[in-house]
């Protein structure tokens, strides 16, 4: 429309190009763009012997995000009508489909799990083979220790049917193994064709999803006709559109007992002082949410906001005060902040991410030695659950969660998509196209009322 043809060439802005029919009367109303299915004509195509209770049509979509601005000039570049205050974006719904591009007994599916563990990973396995099952697929396998798996002959695929994968969700971890770096993208591709593979379900992070993207354009360059769909496993809460990913919650809730120890401990000693270093590289999305859940946490650190630890608004000072009035205080630090404190260690993990310094280390040693240094009494406990709370089972909640989101990304492989990924959105689950969402990472906004209803819940002050 010409509504689109404007917006694209005023704002540039590729991935919203896909306008509902409305959009006449609506001119702010966009809907990512879908990836196309492999095959467009439905001709090829064949209905679907499961009835699912009824199909997701093509068409459907799920509201992003509706913003009212008070005025065309606070709505920038996300308007393309110079009158208009009102911008919708859209999504496309997850779910079965009536025609499906695949025949069920030509399928061989593939699972892999890559990155580092996050409570849940069973559960979309579990469920993603069930879901295959119901469709008729009978050739089902993970592929051991993540993209290793595709390269390293030692390790056999191994077989997977609903009798294996029963019980898997009872413990955390990962049934097929994990693992960082591995072979290059056109030996993933090769291995591929060499198994007969024409669905590859890749649970993993951003770095996997890179991966999952690249298989699936070198798929497309050699014209073959597999999908690839991801579920997206970050427990740092850090891809953007979504509401949330699976293991969030439950990591939430498991931080929440070591910050009950270290308050416990803090509490109990003369002038104590807890100190817990919890997930989030990029993002301070756990240590927010365990902060504002606990209730006990008097300092909450994020890579997001800056801050001091020496001079008058530091933290150590902020310390000395809550151990004269409180008489014990805890901190609780996400582990990619205050990188700037550290001396770079210029190392990175055979996946290629960079290998940050020990923030909850350094802050307990610089705590210890401010106090030995003003002769003022002070007993510091430091405690990382990290490993703790990666490898716990996934609660209800992220329980649900894996369920619906290994079901939709085995209807949208079925669907004919590729080089998309699967999540919830505004409490409806969809399909997004890979490259939209690790784009970046999201983040706390420190602008945000969350960050501002934390900042209330721990008392602390600004530390610049
Ligand atoms: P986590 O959140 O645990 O870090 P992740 O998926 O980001 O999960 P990585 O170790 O970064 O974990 O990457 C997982 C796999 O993806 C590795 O095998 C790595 O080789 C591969 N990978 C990472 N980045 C890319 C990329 N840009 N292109 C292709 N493959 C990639
Ligand atoms: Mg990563």
Redesign the pocket.
């Known amino acids: 429309s010409k509504y689109q043809q404007d917006f694209e060439a005023r704002f540039n802005i590729p991935h919203i190009t896909d306008v509902l029919p409305d959009a006449v009367s609506y001119p702010s109303t966009f809907c990512l763009k879908m990836r196309t299915p492999l095959s467009p004509d439905f001709a090829e195509r064949y209905p679907s012997d499961e009835e699912w209770h009824g199909y997701i049509n093509n068409r459907d979509r799920v509201l992003l995000k509706v913003i009212h601005y008070s005025s065309p000039t606070s709505a920038g570049a996300e308007c393309i009508d110079p009158d208009c205050t009102w911008v919708e974006q859209w999504v496309h719904r997850a779910g079965p489909r009536e025609k499906i591009y695949f025949k069920p007994e030509e399928v061989k599916a593939a699972i892999v799990t890559?990155?580092?563990l996050?409570p849940g990973l069973n559960d979309v396995i579990r469920q993603i083979v069930i879901t295959l099952e119901i469709y008729g697929v009978k050739k089902i396998v993970g592929i051991p220790f993540?993209?290793?798996g595709f390269s390293d002959e030692s390790l056999a695929e191994m077989p997977l049917s609903r009798k294996v994968v029963q019980n898997v969700h009872l413990s955390g971890g990962s049934l097929l193994g994990v693992?960082?770096?591995?072979p290059s993208?056109s030996e993933i591709v090769d291995s591929l064709e060499e198994r007969g593979i024409n669905m590859l379900f890749v649970l993993?992070?951003?770095?996997?999803?890179?991966?999952a993207n690249?298989i699936h354009e070198e798929c497309n360059k050699r014209q073959l006709k597999v999908a690839i769909v991801g579920v997206p496993?970050?427990?740092?809460n850090d891809i953007l559109f979504m509401d949330k990913t699976f293991g969030f919650d439950t990591a939430v809730e498991e931080a929440q007992r070591a910050i009950n120890s270290a308050y416990i401990e803090a509490h109990s000693a003369y002038h104590g002082i807890g100190i817990v270093k919890l997930m989030g590289r990029n993002s301070g999305f756990i240590a927010m949410q365990a902060s504002l859940a606990s209730g006990q946490i008097d300092i909450c650190l994020i890579p997001e906001v800056p801050f001091n630890l020496h001079g008058p608004h530091g933290v150590l000072s902020h310390l000395k005060y809550l151990l004269e009035t409180k008489g014990s205080a805890v901190v609780c630090v996400a582990e990619g902040a205050g990188q700037d404190f550290l001396e770079k260690i210029n190392a990175t993990?055979?996946?290629?991410?960079i290998i940050l310094g020990d923030i909850g280390v350094h802050i307990q040693q610089e705590t210890k030695k401010y106090f030995k240094g003003i002769g003022f009494p002070a007993d510091v406990k430091y405690i990382d659950p990290t490993y703790m709370i990666r490898a716990c089972r996934a609660n209800a909640s992220d329980g649900i969660l894996c369920t619906v989101l290994g079901q939709n990304a085995v209807h949208g492989a079925f669907a004919g998509y590729s080089g998309i990924t699967v999540g919830i959105c505004n409490t409806h689950y969809v399909y997004f196209p890979i490259p939209e969402v690790i784009a970046q990472s999201k983040v706390v906004d420190p602008n945000s009322r969350m960050w501002h209803r934390c900042l209330t819940s721990t008392g602390q002050p600004d530390f610049v």
């Open positions: 890559c990155g580092g996050c993540g993209y290793r693992s960082r770096g591995g993208v993993g992070g951003n770095g996997t999803h890179a991966g690249a496993k970050t427990i740092d993990d055979a996946s290629g991410n």
